[in-house]
């Protein structure tokens, strides 16, 4: 029997107790996004993470910038949202074009206001084994997701497929914090089949539709698919799940598994950070 890993249904159980929450402040919570350009599918997620903040009871911003903004006009929005003390959480939409240099625009956010996790203070702390403001949304959105199904960490073999900033690289540290045995492979690493063979976990961010096929996979495995591409036939995550599901024993569905606890796990990060603002939780 496989089970459906039920993002969607998790995510909505985290943003409900988090609209009861803000529901009691008088203050409330700000969340403000920078979006550069006209990409159709950082719009999407730019507009569904604003429409999540306000459902909860949360102050939305979004900012949009033309695709030809300079690096000095970006930075001086962010100066700008650093110092207001209304606002609490500060996340740059990516991909950022390539003209724009992302380092310089990520190590700009305030570590305090950092909702990603993506400045190299909290991702530092984050590699150390420190406690960061906040942790990437999307690895903590899968770690929380296993736990809700008690699926233990300690000593599985776990593959990452794919080594982002985003996504790959923060679960390697999170996942080997939780005494996994973690392994983060890449588009040069050979034999990904192999590897993927020996897997008691694989995670798989990659964006190549249908990538992971049944041929890949263990008996009783389980997948997580963080993917999500637009093909012919709608959306595709990397795993061909149809195939798939007859052989793991846990799998994330897309859409439906780990994008809506990216969004909760926003959602909950900018709540943390207004509590470690206003002195509400200790450091
Ligand atoms: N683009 C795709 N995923 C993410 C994310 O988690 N954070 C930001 N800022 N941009 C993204």
Do not use: W
């Amino acid at each position: 029997m496989t089970t459906i890993l039920d993002g969607k249904g998790l995510a909505s159980k985290i943003t409900g107790e988090l609209k009861e929450k803000v529901s009691t402040l008088s203050k409330k919570p700000k969340l403000a996004v920078i979006l550069v350009g006209n990409n159709p599918a950082s719009q999407i997620y730019v507009k569904n993470k604003s429409i999540k903040a306000q459902n909860i009871g949360f102050e939305s911003l979004v900012i949009n910038l033309p695709e030809e903004s300079s690096e000095e006009n970006i930075l001086e929005h962010i100066y700008v949202l650093n110092e207001d003390d209304n606002v609490n959480a500060i996340l740059v939409q990516l991909p950022l074009s390539p003209h724009i240099n992302k380092q310089r625009i990520l190590e700009a956010i305030d570590p305090i206001k950092d909702v990603d996790g993506f400045t190299s203070y909290n991702f530092g702390r984050l590699a150390l084994g420190y406690k960061p403001y906040a942790l990437p949304c999307t690895p903590k959105g899968i770690i929380r997701l296993l736990e809700e199904y008690n699926i233990p960490l300690e000593g599985k073999n776990v593959l990452i497929i794919g080594r982002s900033n985003i996504v790959g690289k923060p679960l390697f540290f999170m996942l080997q914090q939780k005494n996994a045995t973690v392994t983060l492979a890449h588009s040069k690493t050979k034999d990904i089949k192999s590897q993927a063979k020996q897997a008691d976990i694989i995670i798989s961010a990659i964006g190549k539709p249908k990538y992971l096929s049944a041929d890949f996979i263990k008996k009783d495995a389980i997948i997580i698919d963080v993917g999500i591409s637009r093909t012919q036939d709608g959306i595709s995550g990397d795993v061909d799940f149809e195939k798939v599901k007859y052989i793991a024993s846990y799998i994330t569905p897309v859409p439906g598994g780990v994008g809506p606890m990216t969004i909760a796990m926003l959602m909950e990060n900018t709540f943390e950070l207004y509590q470690y603002q206003r002195a509400l939780i200790p450091e």
